[in-house]
């Protein structure tokens, strides 16, 4: 059977720019490559912070994207110019949701609170059996070594199995994401 959707990565990110400069520098790098790679972008549909980057250098690049966005934040979020096609949801669970289904993998940018709670659903569904799609944190700079502390502190502590690690891969930035996501896709044509 033909794929007539493009591989599709979601991309969880900052909706501000972040202190270091590397952060909106790898934003717009994921984005180019997202887009000369042919694949699609699935996003949280603004126009700002690394989130913004991220859309703009995937559509410069040629890429398709879905930006999806709740109603409550229509009003302080939404993009002064659209990028791509947009998803409107009424709740923010909704849109998470909506993200991880139309996406084959889900890659995690320097981010706040948000990106935060989307990469812990994210986890938790893989760890509870939802879904399989690979889910990488993309540590720019050491921006997630904190959080993968954590992650093992949880499992040194007892309060997952050592399994929960294997739900996430780190990279230590967006060529060896992009290196990854290639060697996934080859790996799923040959099987």
């Not at 409107?88 to 909704?94: A, Q």
């Not at 399989?132 to 949880?154: F, N, R």
């Amino acid at each position: 059977m033909t794929r007539t959707v493009p591989f599709s990565l979601c991309v969880y990110c900052g909706a501000r720019d972040g202190r270091n400069p590397e952060y909106l520098r790898s934003a717009s790098a994921l984005g180019r490559a997202i887009g000369e790679n042919g694949w699609r972008l699935i996003y949280g549909a603004g126009d700002v912070g690394i989130m913004g980057a991220v859309a703009e250098a995937a559509t410069a690049a040629g890429a398709a994207a879905i930006g999806v966005i709740p109603t409550h934040l229509v009003a302080t979020e939404a993009p002064r110019k659209r990028i791509g096609e947009r998803i409107i949801t009424e709740t923010m669970h909704e849109r998470k949701k909506i993200m991880l289904m139309n996406a084959d993998a889900v890659a995690v940018l320097p981010g706040g609170a948000g990106s935060l709670d989307e990469f812990f659903e994210v986890l938790t569904w893989a760890q509870l059996g939802l879904h399989e799609k690979p889910v990488y944190l993309v540590d720019i700079e050491g921006y997630w070594q904190p959080l993968l502390a954590l992650i093992g502190h949880v499992i040194a502590e007892g309060f997952a199995e050592p399994s929960l690690g294997d739900l996430v891969q780190a990279v230590p930035n967006v060529d060896e994401l992009v290196t990854e996501l290639r060697r996934s896709l080859r790996e799923i044509h040959q099987g």
